[in-house]
């Protein structure tokens, strides 16, 4: 239970779509510890969108910059930060998240991620011909080393960001 002053960040990790920013930024209000996106992070320090990064420089690129915003936001005041859902997808990454917090999976179905990520089309990973299977792939792929985070957190999909973040606070 987490009452007193964070020692470590909470480090949301999980597929797009599972509410890592949503759930995130309303645990850290609640928390009252900074909330960072890593993802606006990395927009911010580009000045480019996501999708302008994979288009122009490719996911290489953007994997390398991920991590050094990993790197510096971990090496910061502990706090509650989102990452994006290849991030713990990288060995380095995985590291880094274990020395300076908490890994907490937002563990969430393939239905629940397609109705969340069909709307927005934000995603450069999704834009292939046959976006859904993309994601199934995505999923299968991933979820085994997902598993490996230190909280495996059921994102039940009818609850709000509120009632996850008081789930999360109390599975903390
Ligand atoms: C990615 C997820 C995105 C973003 C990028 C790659 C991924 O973040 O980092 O498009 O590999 O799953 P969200 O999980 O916040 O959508």
Same mark, same amino acid.
């Given at each position: 239970c987490m009452k007193q002053r964070l020692r470590r960040h909470i480090v949301l990790i999980g597929?797009? !779509?599972? !509410?890592k920013t949503a759930v995130g930024s309303e645990l850290a209000r609640r928390l009252r510890v900074p909330f960072t996106d890593v993802d606006s992070e990395i927009e911010a320090a580009a000045a480019m969108t996501i999708s302008e990064i994979f288009a122009r420089d490719g996911e290489a690129f953007f994997r390398d910059r991920e991590t050094q915003v990993l790197a510096r936001v971990l090496g910061g005041p502990p706090g509650v930060v989102s990452t994006g !859902? !290849?991030?713990?997808?990288r060995g380095e990454n995985r590291e880094l998240i274990r020395a300076h917090g908490l890994s907490v999976w937002l563990n969430c179905d393939l239905e629940t991620l397609w109705h969340r990520v069909r709307q927005r089309?934000? $995603?450069?990973?999704?834009?292939?011909?046959?976006p859904k299977g993309t994601l199934a792939a995505l999923i299968e792929q991933r979820y085994p080393v997902y598993a490996r985070a230190d909280l495996n957190f059921p994102a $039940?999909?009818?609850?709000s960001v509120e009632t996850s973040a008081t789930r999360l606070i109390e599975a903390i």
């Open positions: 597929m797009m !779509g599972a !509410g !859902g !290849g991030a713990w997808m089309s934000t $995603r450069p990973l999704l834009k292939t011909a046959d $039940r999909p009818a609850d």
